[in-house]
């Protein structure tokens, strides 16, 4: 070591050794700012800024080395052999290149070490080739064992500080430069040391020795070459650094333009925020930077975040409130680093939507009640539990009675209006757990306690029944409620809402304002009835129906003047029906229209096997009047069977009336042109109005029997009987007094003009045969 | 502003001994007193023989809005709307609420409104049956009887023989 100290010290020209000195740490600033410079851009560029660096690399190390020889002071003439100097440079430049290829892309150590290798190499062979160009007047002697100890330590520095080099650790790879640097000194200043010249004049320079006159300006320009590529280099570098910082603003403005919150970490470490996330969190993004992001995220640890797929957590906000997040981690390289950026969304909005969604989705717009869909769910659970406890508990469906009418009359928007009060005295009358749904319509469902059912109908009957003021309009309607207890009336919701409904109509059916409870005859009823629509859609068709007459005499003379139809239904297994068990249910059902116009063809048919001056009467449906084909369908009739018009009769009661005047009144002066007569049924049952006489065509009036009962005796009834005879003749209509069954109120009906009775007295009502061979007796008389 | 009457009927459905009912009784009265008067109603409560009977007097709106807040109460049952009409004066401008003390003439009252148990009456007889409320009120806050009036007005409201 003291030889290489001596050496330095006494056998170099110390200013010269500065320059070379100079020229590494240039060359090399030159080498690696090119290099990065080659890794920054791409394609071909790439490739010429890599060689360039390259060669500027191993331009350093042999100009490093020249200026160190030129500075070498050996005591003698010294010159350089061209052709090994040249060598050397080039064997530098195919040396440096086979490591940085060996090297370059590749963190394997071992690899990255035997790349080390190969540079000290080249660097060994460019000292001792340079070395060996190096010629003196005198005798060159070698220190073989400093040879090998340069040898021995500085390759081992190579391969460690191409291993460093390429090592994650910023500080460790800040290490590789300094490394290199004393490795070559260590070699270069080894390698002189090594060298031991004595002079001897015997011994000259060859002729093609090139003296160092020559050299310096050679190695000078080789220098020079260096700075410029240095500067270029420090120009490529501060572009580098600008384009980063714009890179960096840039990326800056895009993360604070993101809705999405985002947290930049490292170790767990808020490094940097966007715009977003500071304002979620409520203070500014400096003071997040350095926060560790457990304090914002206290329930959600960093390392259980998955990076494909984003999860739920709460985020802790300055002011102590928790927001509910969706959380992403992703590793992001930025620059070379990687690093770990979590995203944090915000989801109180979609939080907020989605509640708003659902309790659209579930309430009804109109009155806030759970809709039929939220009802269904709360009925299931209902009954579910009640399976499994037994617990009981009353499902209770109430209907408003007149709302329809209130709708109608006072309108959409009243009748709305009314809904939702109806809702809220609804809300009233039950306690806050019960609930109360609006099914659509003016149907509402309520669920209580079973003990709490009996009152809590009570008080809705009540409450809704009292009056309703809107604008100045009193609206009176009521409810009616039907009961079912589950699980007893129905273990499952549908057939549980059956059994309440059930109820419902039962209780409708009552008049209104009432609560039913369930009752298993309600079901069997239900049954009933429907079986008997089913048979009597059938009957029809079946041929079950049968026309029988009932005759009618003029009360003096006791002659047959003819006879009403009256349609019997012959059930195959319940025998004769009434009709009024089955004509209601067949207005109702809307098969009253087809049976009333047979009855009217059979009629007329039958009635042309009779003597040609008796008539026959057939009953006219109000659902039949309102259609205003009626005429001509009964002109149809009248053509087909061959019965005169005057031979028909039809009977029509006030409440046909009642309904769509304008076409009945068309329709019945129509059948009058007809010579068909018209005649007012029951009269005197109903609102037995006046107006109806004078405005429709009538040719006759039917008393009805209620009042015949009490003839003689009553005397209200005598006086109604014999008021209505009189009216009737004054109006040019004849009077048919119904229910004549005994001989007084024949008598009666005699001495008060009347022209016609029909009743039991004469005959009750028979078959079509019978009433043909009656009527075609000899004696046309009852008498 | 038009100004209305309003007259109901409804069955008291108050829990507890004669007291302790008519406590509640007095403190709906001033709960509806300050109510009334936020929203420039007047009128006066009897509360007799288990049944009430309210006049009820002020802007449409406003009366509407009471109303429905009335037929909301469960303290009460088969309210009854006895009438509902337009008036030319106030007959209670002195009371947001008040209530009619028991009398001799208030039996006359509940036996009118209660022989009509459902149904509303004539204006004429409601005009009678208020004025004899405020004489009623008038008379115990004068401290002596003013005969002729409450026979006059009791008069009035007498059914026509049926």
């Given at each position: ?19 070379a ?58 010159g ?82 191409m ?10 790879r ?125 329930d ?13 957590g ?9 927001v ?32 708003r ?26 009954c ?30 009243m ?22 749904a ?57 057939v ?36 008997l ?17 009932q005759?009618?005499?003029d ?12 349609v ?5 297994e ?38 040609s ?12 009047l ?45 059948l ?112 | ?159 026509p023989?049926?």
């Amino acid at each position: 070591m003291e030889t290489i100290y001596s050496c330095l010290r006494d056998a170099h020209d110390q200013d010269l050794l500065w320059i070379a000195a100079l020229v590494c740490v240039t060359g090399v600033y030159a080498s690696i700012s090119l290099a990065r410079h080659a890794s920054r851009v791409e394609g071909n560029s790439r490739k010429a800024w890599a060689a360039v660096a390259i060669v500027s690399s191993a331009c350093t190390a042999w100009a490093t080395h020249m200026v160190g020889l030129l500075a070498f002071q050996p005591g003698m003439q010294a010159g350089f052999d061209p052709l090994l100097t040249l060598m050397s440079l080039l064997l530098t430049i195919i040396g440096i290149s086979a490591s940085m290829g060996t090297a370059i892309g590749s963190r394997n150590r071992l690899r990255r070490a035997g790349a080390g290798l190969l540079l000290g190499l080249s660097i060994a062979l460019l000292h001792y080739l340079g070395q060996a160009a190096y010629l003196v007047t005198g005798r060159v002697t070698w220190n073989v064992q400093l040879v090998a100890l340069s040898l021995a330590w500085s390759l081992p520095l190579f391969a460690a500080a191409m291993v460093l080099s390429g090592d994650k650790r910023n500080s460790l790879r800040h290490l590789a430069g300094p490394l290199i640097l004393s490795a070559i000194a260590l070699l270069h200043f080894a390698g002189m040391a090594a060298l031991e010249l004595t002079f001897d004049p015997r011994i000259s320079l060859p002729e093609s020795a090139l003296p160092p006159d020559v050299v310096a300006p050679i190695v000078a320009a080789v220098c020079a070459a260096l700075v410029v590529l240095a500067f270029m280099g420090l120009r490529f570098a501060l572009a580098a650094r600008a384009q980063a910082i714009r890179d960096r603003s840039r990326l800056k403005q895009l993360a604070d333009l993101a809705v999405e919150g985002l947290a930049i970490c490292r170790d767990g470490t808020i490094d940097a925020v966007n715009g977003s996330l500071a304002t979620l969190v409520g203070c500014s993004q400096q003071d997040l930077k350095g926060r560790t992001l457990s304090s914002l995220l206290p329930d959600t640890p960093l390392s259980k975040l998955s990076e494909h797929q984003e999860q739920d957590g709460e985020l802790f906000t300055n002011d102590g409130t928790r927001v509910p997040v969706r959380l992403l981690r992703k590793i992001v390289k930025i620059g070379n680093v990687d690093q770990t950026v979590v995203a944090i969304r915000d989801q109180r909005e979609r939080l907020r939507t989605e509640q708003r969604m659902r309790t659209l989705a579930f309430t009804d717009a109109l009155t806030g009640l759970a809709n039929r869909l939220q009802f269904n769910q709360i009925l299931s659970a209902n009954c579910e539990k009640a399976n499994a406890t037994e617990e009981r508990f009353a499902l209770l469906l109430l209907d408003l009675d007149r709302f329809k009418f209130v709708n109608d009359t006072f309108g959409h928007a009243m009748g709305d209006e009314l809904l939702k009060r109806v809702a809220r005295r609804l809300s009233a009358c039950c306690g806050s757990t019960t609930s109360i749904a609006r099914l659509g319509g003016d149907e509402f469902a309520i669920i209580v306690d079973e003990e709490l059912a009996q009152d809590t109908a009570e008080t809705i009957i009540d409450v809704l029944g009292r009056p309703y003021l809107i604008d100045g309009s009193i609206m009176d309607i009521a409810a009616s409620v039907g009961i079912a207890i589950g699980p007893a009336d129905g273990s499952n919701p549908s057939v549980l809402s059956r059994s309440a409904d059930l109820a419902l109509y039962t209780a409708k059916h009552a008049g209104g304002s009432v609560y039913r409870r369930f009752e298993r005859e309600m079901r069997e009823r239900a049954q009933a009835r429907r079986q008997l629509e089913l048979d009597l859609r059938r009957a029809l068709v079946r041929e079950e129906f049968e026309v029988h007459y009932q005759p009618q005499v003029d009360p003096g003379d006791g002659r047959f003047q003819g006879a009403e139809a009256l349609v019997r239904w012959r059930h195959p297994e319940r025998g004769m029906v009434p009709p009024a068990d089955f004509i209601p249910l067949a207005e109702e059902i809307g098969l009253i229209s087809p049976l009333g116009e047979w009855v009217l063809r059979t009629a007329c048919e039958q009635a042309t096997g009779w003597p040609s001056h008796l008539t026959v009467a057939v009953n006219l449906s109000p659902v039949q009047l309102r259609d205003s084909a009626l005429a001509a369908r009964v002109m149809q009739i009248l053509q087909d069977t061959g019965l005169p018009g005057s031979r028909l009769e039809l009977e029509i009661t006030e409440t046909a009336l009642l309904q769509d005047e304008e076409t009945t009144y068309n329709t019945l002066h129509a059948l009058r042109a007809m010579g068909i007569r018209i005649s007012m049924d029951d009269f005197g049952t109903g609102y037995s109005s006046l107006s109806y006489l004078r405005r429709f065509p009538f040719s006759k009036i039917k008393i009805d029997r209620s009042f015949v009962r009490q003839v003689p005796e009553d005397q209200e009834s005598v006086a109604i009987i014999q008021a209505l005879t009189s009216l009737a003749a004054k109006l040019n209509m004849t009077v048919t007094v119904e229910g004549v069954e005994t001989a007084e109120q024949r008598a009666f009906t005699v001495s008060e003009g009347c022209n016609q009775i029909q009743g039991y007295l004469i005959s009750r009502p028979i078959e079509s045969v019978s009433i043909r061979a009656l009527f075609n007796e000899p004696l046309q008389s009852v008498a | 502003m038009p100004l209305y009457r309003l007259l109901y009927r409804s069955e008291i459905a108050l829990n507890g001994s004669k007291d302790q009912i008519d406590h509640q009784i007095d403190q709906i009265v001033s709960a509806s007193e300050q109510s009334n008067h936020l929203s420039g109603l007047t009128g006066a409560l009897i509360a007799s023989g288990g049944v009430f009977i309210q006049a009820l007097e002020g802007p449409l709106g406003a009366l509407e809005a009471t109303f429905e807040k009335i037929c909301l109460d469960l303290r009460h049952k088969r309210v009854n709307l006895i009438e509902l009409a337009a008036a030319e004066e106030r007959i209670f401008p002195e009371w947001s609420m008040i209530r009619v003390a028991q009398g001799a003439q208030m039996i006359e009252i509940c036996t009118v409104v209660g022989v009509r148990e459902s149904g509303r009456l004539d204006t004429s007889t409601t005009s009678a049956l208020v004025s004899l409320m405020r004489n009623i009120l008038l008379t115990k806050s004068a401290g002596s009887l003013d005969n002729e009036v409450a026979a006059g007005a009791s008069a009035a409201i007498r059914l026509p023989d049926r």
